[in-house]
């Protein structure tokens, strides 16, 4: 045996087979010939771990495999460089992590406990740090969306006895545990429901619960995230302990997006461990996981001690005392008692030391645990062993609860927080609420489900074996002799000792949430759960508080670390945003049209010739709009079809613009705001009916206005009969441009008038168009020529597109993409909300204060009415020319008055610029602050490559001010 303190070899974080598994040493545990309920002998599973290769059992964990495998050490801590093995059985576990290997793709920092066994898992010991791997595998992530009427979170005794009531209901039910196998505690428990063992009554439910039609069993499923609305996320593990064949038609995680009437949270409890010297050593583990690995997977140790202050552990010892370990001692830190469970242990024979405590272990040359040193009164005992099971209590598993506001309290008895009342559409059974007794379980279960689900009356509870136990005590931390703090482990993932607890508050860091960041307790992946009431304690012992005054530091979502991989699901590479295509795609295709995202629609940004430059594509085709003919492919503009008798009524309070006047065949410009006067979106309304109206918004705000149209209809005015549908994808829609485009429609659409006063500037017409009958035709323009916009179905717009090439071929006519339409747009002054308006952009400041009526009410008219949207310093949208006629400056660049050394003065920005073929210079709009006062000054624009361009700002209207060509007042 190593003497206390004696130097040992640190093992790599990586690990090695030597430094692991410690040849000719003992192990922390063995594999018993028979028992683990778990486990499928006659199912031997390969792995490797660290590049040695092992076995374990189907039913397994990684966890318990390792240890069944001999394998003691994991890795070396982040800090302080000491071995470290597995410590808990579930989430408690703290020093337990993997990096997990499956090419392409690697996870790191999953945890042992909760990893299923597989044939062929390969896994590298991480403590703290894991590795990212760049690669993506899609295929092994999904997403699923579920609804319920009862989602039970837990599936121990009490999470089993809601689902149970909720199935017999005939409710929807979705019961997930994190665990592989339901049970919980029952799973490591001798206990006996209706005076027959767990086991069986645990069977027959399981059998039931999967049997029925409505119900969902999810395990190895953690619920990692609430949501509003009673809303949860849960990450299921879904092929890993599959057999190979069937692992590859499954991905291997999945995320659950669930949105349930009612949640039982049942997540039931975490052990604490007690603090003293030396207490991170391989080989010490909590109490509880230690029953766990017997009853599950037949690990057991040759010899065992037990140190203690809650009477759980007396399981444990019983446990081991049955399957034949060697218990040397139960050392309980609390005065003699009474309870049958230490009666029971004594009557055993099993040794039990009353008020002692350990206060030191030593290592044997691998750094695992050999002995323990026992101070009982004034004698201080050696006690060889192989495993040290601790446990210091429970504390309520509250993360779920926490995480959406939840409150708790202190509870004296039990030292720790429990819950003060469940939240809305939320219900707590079990464990979870602080009663600890399996009667409790299975009665609070129940009724937790009967009242979700608002059934009357009881429901039977079972009889259990419960057995009174004496309390728990409240001191959990041995002082170390020497009075060096510093090897006392209060957060074992993040090396946070004792002693520096002791540092945080002596210098003044008295809050939790103060001494969590001074310490790094609770910071780690596991998010400290067997570690912050220790703290909180500590903190409070030392700074003199009631332990109810000082409270835990909080935690955070999720739950348990998740993968982006997860997160993602499918949503990967290609498939990582939608892409959306028009009618017209195959006909830009055939065209040889370039393509480039716009609010997820693939759009044609030109259409190059053989020989031509990127420039020569887009002067050709803004040629064409300005001096003939051209078409535009614009059906990706959001459509809505809002129609009611109160439909005028609704847009009148909505935009800007006064749209109940709007008589039926025209259109309007219209502008919508936020409640804070700002600009939401433009576009044109147009009054198709007496209560109908067709409104068309910007690409990429189609799905923000119909939803800010149904939240006023929703909230604000229930009682307006007004309907708002989204119709999009519903119209094909093509903007026919340029002074020969009166000359091209009159050809497709023999039956229009399209003369000047039978059709003017914002005009709404009903045609048959290419033979395509009720199209709709608009006399609007974004591009300052005469234009007409063509809406027909989405199936005819193929038909009307090459209708449309093939009457206008004799006049030239020209496809043109979004790079010809921004040139003809910013020539024109059309500004692009999103790109030319920023979050604070009114009305007035785009330039469009002409909009804003004198009396009219609307959205965001107080507002714009306060002093500030008005004062002075504000930017405003401008227009500029590049001094340099052939430079266009790049967008988002800086815009200063005064050239020197860093920091320069901004006065604004460039929003939009392009080289303007037709004006012959390079030219563009700009928020500049106080832009309209400062028309004419010269501005300067750093460039990136050091240079520095000037700019002189001028109207932002550069091309037909007056609108004429626009309004078609030269091409008769």
């Not at 799973?187 to 039609?213: F, K, N, Q, S, T």
């Not at 803004?622 to 809002?642: E, F, I, N, P």
Request: one cysteine or more; a neutral charge; aromatic letters at 6%.
């Amino acid at each position: 045996m190593a003497s206390r303190g004696a130097r040992y070899p640190h093992t790599r974080d990586r690990g090695d087979a030597a430094g692991e598994r410690a040849a000719g040493g003992a192990d922390l545990v063995k594999r018993l010939a028979t028992g683990g309920l778990g486990i499928d002998r006659t199912r031997p599973l390969a792995f490797t771990w660290n590049g040695t290769r092992l076995s374990g059992f189907a039913g397994d964990t990684l966890a318990s495999a390792l240890l069944g495998a001999g394998v003691r050490v994991l890795g070396t801590s982040v800090s302080a460089g000491r071995p470290r093995g597995i410590m808990s059985a579930g989430l408690e576990e703290a020093t337990g992590f993997a990096q997990v290997a499956r090419a392409p793709v690697e996870e790191p920092l999953v945890r042992t406990t909760a990893l299923p066994l597989y044939e062929g898992l390969s896994a590298q010991g991480r403590i703290v740090k894991g590795t990212l791997v760049p690669a993506r595998d899609p295929s092994r992530f999904d997403w699923r969306y579920a609804h319920c009427d009862l989602l039970v979170v837990g599936a121990g005794p009490a999470g089993l006895a809601a689902a149970l009531e909720g199935a017999r209901a005939g409710a929807r039910v979705l019961l997930a545990d994190c665990a592989p196998v339901v049970g919980g505690a029952l799973r490591r428990e001798a206990r006996r429901i209706d005076g027959a063992p767990a086991e069986a009554w645990l069977a027959a439910v399981e059998h039931e619960l999967r049997a029925a039609p409505d119900v969902t069993v999810l395990t190895g499923t953690t619920a990692v995230m609430p949501l509003d609305q009673n809303g949860m996320w849960l990450a299921q593990r879904v092929g890993g302990a599959l057999p190979e064949a069937a692992r590859g038609a499954l991905p291997e995680q999945r995320l659950w997006q669930v949105r349930a009437q009612a949640i039982v949270l049942a997540t039931g409890t975490l052990e604490r461990p007690l603090v003293f010297p030396d207490n991170d050593r391989p080989g010490i583990m909590l109490a509880g996981a230690a029953r766990h690995y017997l009853r599950q997977h037949a690990l057991a140790p040759a010899r065992g001690v037990l140190f203690t202050a809650h009477d759980d552990a007396y399981r444990t010892a019983l446990a081991w005392h049955e399957a034949g370990v060697s218990v040397a001692a139960v050392v309980d830190m609390r005065p003699p008692g009474t309870s049958p469970l230490r009666s029971a242990v004594r009557a055993a024979g099993v040794r039990v030391l009353d008020k002692a405590q350990v206060v030191g272990t030593d290592a044997d040359a691998y750094g695992t645990l050999c002995a323990v040193h026992v101070q009982t009164g004034d004698t201080t005992l050696t006690l060889e062993t192989d495993l040290l099971a601790t446990s210091a209590g429970v504390d309520p598993n509250l993360h779920l609860h926490l995480h959406l506001g939840g409150t708790s309290t202190y509870d004296e008895r039990l030292g720790t927080a429990v819950p003060s009342a469940p939240l809305p559409g939320q219900w707590l059974a079990g464990a979870v609420t602080g009663r600890l007794t399996l009667a409790d379980a299975l009665a609070q279960g129940a009724t937790a489900a009967r009242a979700a689900l608002g059934l009357d009356g009881e429901a039977a509870a079972p009889t259990t074996d419960d057995v009174d136990e004496d309390p728990p005590g409240l001191t959990w931390q041995v002082p170390a002799p020497d009075g060096d703090e510093s090897r006392s482990f209060v957060d074992l993932h993040r090396d946070a000792t004792v002693a520096g607890i002791v540092r945080a508050v002596d210098a003044g860091a008295t809050h939790v949430e103060h001494v969590k960041r001074y310490t790094l307790v609770g910071t780690g992946v596991e998010q400290g759960r067997a570690a912050k009431v220790l703290a909180a304690a500590l903190v409070a012992a030392r700074a003199g508080h009631a332990a109810a005054v000082v409270g835990t530091s909080g935690s955070r979502p999720p739950v348990e670390p998740i993968p982006f991989h997860l997160v993602a699901g499918r949503a990967q590479g290609t498939r990582f945003d939608p892409v959306r295509t028009t009618a017209l795609h195959a006909e830009h295709e055939a065209l040889g049209a370039v393509f480039e995202p716009a609010g997820q629609w693939l759009r044609a940004s030109r259409y190059p010739r053989e020989g031509e430059s990127i420039d020569d594509t887009v002067r050709r085709e803004v040629r064409a709009a300005r001096t003939g003919v051209a078409l535009a492919d614009v059906s990706t503009l959001g459509k809505l079809d809002v129609r009611g008798p109160d439909a005028a009524w609704v847009l009148d309070q909505l935009y800007v613009t006064p749209l109940a006047s709007l008589p039926e065949g025209k259109a309007r410009y219209a502008v919508l705001c936020h409640l804070d006067g700002s600009i939401l979106d433009d576009g044109v309304v147009m009054r198709t009916g007496a209560h109908r109206y067709f409104v068309t918004t910007s690409t990429g705000h189609a799905a923000a206005v119909a939803e800010w149209m149904e939240e006023w209809l929703q909230t604000e005015w229930p009682d307006k009969r007004c309907w708002v549908t989204p119709v999009t994808e519903q119209f094909t829609t093509v903007a026919v441009v340029g002074p020969a485009s009166r000359t091209l429609l009159a050809h497709v659409a023999p039956g229009l008038a399209v003369d000047r006063d039978a059709f003017p500037f914002l005009a709404v017409r009903t045609a048959t168009v290419a033979g395509i009958a009720n199209a709709q035709v608009a006399r609007v323009s974004f591009s300052g020529e005469l234009a007409y916009e063509v809406s027909v179905p989405w199936h005819d717009g193929p038909a009307l597109w090459r209708a449309l090439l093939a009457a206008g071929a004799p006049l030239g006519v020209t496809p043109y993409g979004l790079d010809a339409l921004q040139v003809l747009r910013i020539e024109k002054g059309y500004l692009i909300v999103g790109q030319d308006t920023e979050a604070l952009t009114t009305p007035h400041d785009a330039g469009l204060g002409w909009m804003v009526p004198a009396r009219k009410t609307f959205v965001g008219r107080r507002s714009l009415e306060r002093v500030a949207p008005r004062a002075g310093g504000r930017a405003q949208l401008v227009g500029f020319r590049a001094n340099d006629p052939q430079l266009v400056i790049p967008e988002g660049v800086a815009l200063t008055s005064a050239l020197g050394a860093p920091p320069m003065p901004i006065d604004g920005h460039v929003s939009s610029s392009r080289y303007s073929p037709t004006l012959a210079c390079a030219l563009g709009l700009a928020l500049v602050r106080d832009g309209r006062a400062r028309l004419g000054e010269v501005l300067h624009a750093p460039l990136l490559d050091g240079r520095v361009a000037s700019v002189t700002l001028v109207d932002p209207v550069h091309y037909d001010p007056e609108g004429a060509r626009r309004d078609g007042a030269d091409h008769q």
